[in-house]
């Protein structure tokens, strides 16, 4: 998927699939945000992975007919990260799970908003009924978001993440949506298991 989104500021943010060749500048991205805040599976670090490595999960990404990874950019620089992630399961292949991350230059001007509704077309054109994410419980700024497009709390795990001395607990959400049942029975007659 390719669109572009005017956002609150009047900059353009253009969505698009990322392939190999912004390995590179996805790595250095993630360090960026790694960095930025205790929210995130990563730190400055990044995911201390190679260029390589990161490369061919990107091409493999491409891959996906269902949901898969994107991007967002403003000015050419990455702001938002974000991908959907479907079951390839018969029993299971009406859901899938979200995840996003968004520059902290780029926050409070609709990156967030632009986001989850490119996220919720994605899962509706894959046929995914219930839609899962996983977050902070104490990111009140996410859950609001995510409960503004739907979402609502399913579950909690008690500290599961540890950051800088301090466990968190996180806080598991769904939102589930109207799919074409024709479409979906044909999906899960295509799943090999």
Not at 31 to 42: A, C, D, N, S, Y
Request: proline content about 1%; overall charge negative.
């Amino acid at each position: 998927m390719e669109k572009s989104v005017v956002l609150k500021d009047g900059s353009m943010l253009k969505i698009s699939r990322p392939c190999g060749k912004d390995a590179a500048e996805i790595l250095s991205y993630l360090k960026i945000i790694g960095g930025e805040t205790h929210f995130l599976m990563m730190d400055s670090n990044g995911l201390g992975i190679s260029e390589e490595k990161e490369a061919a999960i990107l091409e493999d990404s491409l891959k996906e007919e269902r949901g898969g990874m994107h991007i967002g950019r403003i000015n050419g620089e990455i702001a938002c990260m974000f991908n959907l992630t479907c079951s390839h399961r018969r029993k299971t292949a009406h859901t899938g799970e979200i995840a996003l991350s968004v520059q902290e230059k780029f926050w409070h001007i609709g990156v967030g908003s632009a986001i989850m509704e490119t996220l919720i077309k994605l899962a509706e054109d894959a046929c995914v009924e219930n839609i899962e994410l996983s977050v902070y419980a104490d990111n009140v700024r996410a859950i609001a978001l995510y409960e503004r497009y739907g979402f609502e709390a399913a579950g909690r795990h008690r500290r599961k993440f540890y950051a800088d001395g301090i466990y968190y607990d996180q806080l598991i959400m769904d939102k589930y949506i109207e799919v074409d049942q024709n479409k979906l029975r044909e999906i899960r007659k295509a799943c090999p298991r």
